[in-house]
């Protein structure tokens, strides 16, 4: 029977060699696109949700406040949603500057 091989212990703060390191300015992206709408997978939920809680602005848009709130909301879908909902808002203030 052969002996057994005893991994020899990792020294504290140290890398494993099949981790690779990249340089400054991360790893290369992919080029794909990101398909929002396969991501949204009941479109109107959280609006609903919102317009039960009355926590609808005048102009038909979720106060922000009511989404960092419910956002805090832990493993709830309406927490995901809210989550998900103010990372929107953050992708479309990168585009709106020119």
């Given amino acids: 029977m052969p002996a057994k091989r005893i991994k020899p212990a990792k020294k504290k703060g140290t890398m494993p060699k099949s981790v690779v390191s990249y340089k400054k300015g991360g790893a290369k992206k992919s ?12 479109p109107g939920s959280l609006t609903a949700s919102a ?40 992708l479309g203030k990168k585009k709106k500057k020119k």
């Fill in 31 to 42: 080029g794909k696109k990101l398909d929002i709408k396969k991501a949204i997978k009941k």
């Fill in 51 to 90: 317009k039960r809680a009355g926590a609808m602005k005048s102009d038909g848009t979720i106060k922000t406040s009511w989404l960092r709130d419910k956002a805090k909301g832990g493993d709830s879908k309406i927490a995901q949603r809210a989550r998900f909902a103010l990372t929107l808002k953050k």
